[in-house]
């Protein structure tokens, strides 16, 4: 069955440094993939997609890769800050005739920021 | 900017009763979605829906639950008999592409 795996433990970083955040999928071919931010008590909100003829995405202090060969995205947040303390969920999604997308997503990396 | 809202923001209800959760999807958005997330647990798909009719739906989505679009602008997810295991939270999405706008979600209680 599809399984999509992002790190379980919590990752704590140093204000100012880069976080990067790991997301692997088995048994699926996505034609895209995307990255959300979920806070406490919310619901997600879009960040980035990636297509999967496309190795390397930025938007502001993000940035997404996607390797499909080895099945697995990378979410980097540069200059990061404790604003960026969040849940970060990976989401995998295929195109349908129908045009619309459900979404597969993985249970969330929670990464804390610290001053 | 627009947004997706949602109704009531908290549920909560006894065993076995019907409820009705309410959504308010970005006007211009043709696709809408029901997710549910069980605390601690990863975001589910339930449904998806477009053109007035089910596209999608997931083995959660059985004959307890249905989706309607009333009128122009909400889309309901209803559970007719509600079970213990049923209580998270339920976000509605929705979209024009592959950028999915989520609402702030309902949290469903079941005692």
């Known amino acids: 069955s599809q399984k999509i795996e992002q790190n379980s433990e919590a990752l704590n970083i140093q204000e100012g440094k880069t976080a990067t955040l790991t997301c692997n999928y088995t048994n699926y071919s996505p034609a895209y993939l995307q990255w959300y931010r979920q806070d406490p008590g919310r619901g997600p909100v879009f960040l980035l997609l990636i297509r999967e003829n496309e190795k390397e995405k930025r938007k502001e202090r993000l940035k997404v890769t996607f390797d499909t060969t080895l099945k697995q995205s990378l979410f980097h947040i540069t200059a990061s800050q404790p604003a960026d303390s969040a849940t970060y969920l990976c989401?995998?999604?295929?195109?349908?005739?129908?045009?619309?997308?459900?979404?597969?997503f993985g249970a969330g990396t929670r990464l804390a920021v610290h001053p | 900017e627009p947004e997706v809202t949602q109704t009531p923001s908290h549920q909560v209800t006894q065993m076995g009763q019907e409820v009705i959760l309410r959504c308010v999807p970005i006007?211009?958005?043709?696709?809408f979605y029901w997710y549910r997330q069980i605390l601690g647990q990863k975001v589910e798909f339930l449904v998806s829906?477009?053109?007035?009719?089910?596209?999608?739906k997931s083995e959660i989505f059985d004959d307890q639950f249905s989706v309607e679009r009333p009128d122009g602008s909400n889309f309901t997810l209803k559970i007719r008999s509600t079970k213990l295991e049923d209580s998270a939270m339920y976000f509605c999405a929705s979209s024009t592409g592959h950028e999915q706008f989520f609402g702030p979600g309902t949290r469903l209680t079941v005692l």
């Open positions: 006007s211009n958005h043709l696709y």
């Open positions: 989401a995998l999604g295929s195109l349908f005739s129908g045009g619309y997308n459900k979404l597969i």
């Open positions: 829906f477009y053109n007035n009719e089910i596209s999608e």
